[in-house]
């Protein structure tokens, strides 16, 4: 992606960034493990350790950074959430000390509770001459952060000089930290954005069957990239857009299946009898009738559960999963042969959780009340396997069980696929779906084939078919330098990126 209309790589650039403070949004949202009095820690430092060479590179080049990122998804200020575990880890892996700046959950900032530049530069650079690292508490502590709003944006723009994105975890989320910054200071890209971006450029290539698998726990968040999946063509994405060799499959869809799993599955279990009509049910024996018009108000035991025990029925969720499963599933249950006209596929039988023991193939219509949905069943576990199989393509977003730890069997019959397909561009993403492949292959002795590992979950998913809003804000951002549109402060930058954009041209 070079180029005058591309990105600019901060790596590029550490010359004229040296003094300087710079924001580096960061993606340490990793696994904390918590619990039965136990000191909370890291799990998993999968994202830490992709990110830390690069903090190191700032560091070595005399550059000032002061670290963002977030775990969990706090609504406000929550202190379970601050980001004290993952101290020891990132002093570690950047061999530096790294000290919180708190926030304040009185003044709704950070503290100091009011950023100035006379201040707050001269206090990180003063810890950065200590060899200190300053590091900000959980970035989505403070309310702009994921409402993209400007006062988090200024306040940040007081203190530091540049914008460096490094967190392809939340690329795909427009945030205060990673778009909104962009309007009053430029914004490069880290070297660990760059290599996900380009790494990605491979899953915008169709190759068929192009296969998607969405499991993990952010539902809402899920079903919303699984209607952008859907609706991806072949030629959607820029750089296909010229490709003679798809002139003919104008209007094709991108990806031919998306299989599901995870906290998803109670999601389509409840949209699909909820929408049931008698209409639906004609052709099918009686008792499976009968037993599917009792499920209509079926209470299941679930990950999510409300004060009366049973899953906490989310209307949002249901209605987006009713949509996706009028438009590309059609009543799937019906079909002895789920591949047959449809693009999602939902799971034909679940690993079940009924009083004390578990079944590990029940079917939809013969669930009860009180049952726990606890992971894909046997007949699906063979389903998807056989379509992973075959296919060119695979992308991949977390794992198929409900619990990550008590209920590994779907994801690691998944990983198994993956891993036996040598045909296929492959690609995984995410904070569990990584945890759980290195605890596999750390259990079992063996290395796995899952192509490219990627730091984000739904970023992954996102850029199967566009690009992220991250990237697009460094694009644009990168335009404004160029054109001035930064102010005088910026000048040598801009000098500097004509100069090698003008180099770059000039090559044979």
Do not use: C
């Amino acid at each position: 992606m070079d180029g005058i209309l591309s990105y600019l790589k901060a790596s590029d650039y550490l010359g004229e960034l040296e003094g300087k403070v710079a924001l580096v949004k960061s993606d340490f949202n990793v696994p904390i493990i918590s619990g039965d009095g136990q000191t909370p820690r890291v799990a998993d430092p999968f994202r830490i350790l992709q990110a830390a060479p690069f903090i190191k590179d700032l560091i070595n080049a005399g550059v000032t950074p002061l670290l963002a990122t977030h775990i969990g998804r706090p609504k406000g200020y929550d202190p379970s959430l601050t980001l004290d575990p993952i101290l020891a880890p990132l002093s570690a892996a950047i061999g530096r000390d790294v000290e919180i700046i708190r926030f304040d959950p009185a003044a709704g900032t950070y503290i100091p509770k009011q950023f100035n530049r006379q201040f707050n530069a001269d206090y990180l650079k003063a810890l950065f001459k200590d060899e200190v690292i300053p590091l900000l508490d959980n970035i989505r502590f403070h309310s702009d952060e994921t409402k993209n709003r400007d006062t988090l944006a200024k306040a940040l723009t007081a203190v530091v000089d540049v914008s460096i994105q490094n967190s392809f975890g939340t690329a795909h989320r427009k945030e205060a930290t990673s778009n909104r910054i962009h309007e009053y200071i430029p914004g490069l890209a880290g070297s660990l954005l760059v290599d996900e971006i380009e790494a990605h450029a491979k899953i915008k290539r169709p190759g068929s069957p192009y296969i998607v698998i969405v499991g993990g726990d952010k539902v809402e968040d899920s079903l919303q990239l699984m209607r952008a999946i859907f609706r991806a063509e072949k030629t959607t994405h820029w750089s296909n857009m010229f490709n003679p060799e798809l002139n003919l499959q104008i209007g094709e869809r991108l990806v031919d299946y998306v299989l599901v799993g995870g906290h998803l599955i109670y999601a389509f279990v409840y949209a699909q009898l909820t929408m049931l009509k008698e209409e639906n049910l004609r052709g099918l024996p009686g008792d499976v009738k009968k037993d599917l018009r009792g499920l209509r108000e079926v209470r299941l035991k679930g990950f999510d559960s409300s004060e009366n025990g049973g899953y906490e029925y989310n209307t949002e969720e249901i209605n987006l999963a009713q949509g996706l499963l009028r438009l590309y599933n059609n009543f799937q249950f019906r079909d002895p042969n789920p591949l047959e006209g449809r693009r999602l596929i939902a799971p034909v039988d679940y690993a079940v959780k009924r009083g004390e023991g578990i079944l590990r193939s029940v079917q939809l219509h013969e669930l009860l009340d009180d049952d726990e949905l606890i992971d894909i069943g046997d007949r699906t576990k063979d389903l998807y396997a056989g379509v992973v199989d075959k296919a060119k393509s695979i992308v991949w977003n977390g794992p198929l069980g409900v619990d990550d730890e008590k209920y590994p069997e779907g994801t690691r019959r998944l990983i198994d696929a993956i891993h036996t397909n040598k045909e296929a561009v492959k690609e995984i993403g995410g904070g569990s779906t990584n945890f759980m492949t290195s605890a596999y292959e750390k259990e079992s002795g063996r290395k796995f084939d899952m192509g490219f590992r990627s730091t984000g979950g739904g970023s992954t998913l996102l850029e199967t078919a566009y690009d992220s809003p991250v990237t697009i804000s460094l694009i644009m951002s990168a335009r404004r330098l160029l054109e001035g549109g930064y102010g005088a402060e910026y000048e040598t930058l801009r000098k500097s990126v004509i100069r090698r954009q003008l180099a770059r041209r000039d090559r044979p």
